[in-house]
């Protein structure tokens, strides 16, 4: 059973960056995607990326954020640059295949603030 470890987030002053991991074997074959879900908001894609690299963003990611892969070491990665408050949520890494396969991460806790 796939398992998806996410790592990399924290606490970020306003304008900082940070680089989210996500890793689990055999990733390399699964469309991966990040998502945050911040307090009584609903759950929203930030990005995804298709095992061959294209990518897809959130139009409020505004060229802040880049999502990339490592298929030689089953790891997907969204570094996120020029935070800002409202970017404070917990982000989840979710890999889906065609078959219809969708695995869930448990998420990681990414706060901007001053």
């Known amino acids: 059973q796939m398992q998806l470890v996410e790592s990399g987030g924290g606490l970020v002053q306003p304008g900082g960056s940070l680089r989210l991991s996500c890793a689990a074997s055999?990733?390399?074959?699964?469309?991966v995607g990040w998502y945050r879900q911040a307090p009584e908001r609903q759950r929203e894609l930030v990005a995804d990326?298709?095992?061959?690299?294209?990518?897809d963003y959130a139009d409020f990611v505004q060229g802040r954020f880049a999502i990339s892969r490592d298929n030689a070491n089953d790891t997907v990665y969204l570094q996120m640059d020029k935070l800002k408050v409202e970017d404070t949520a917990v982000y989840y890494c979710?890999?889906?295949?065609?078959?219809?396969?969708?695995?869930w991460g448990q998420g990681i806790q990414v706060t901007v603030s001053s």
């Open positions: 979710n890999a889906r295949i065609i078959s219809g396969f969708t695995c």
């Open positions: 055999g990733l390399k074959f699964y469309t």
């Open positions: 990326i298709a095992p061959g690299g294209g990518a």
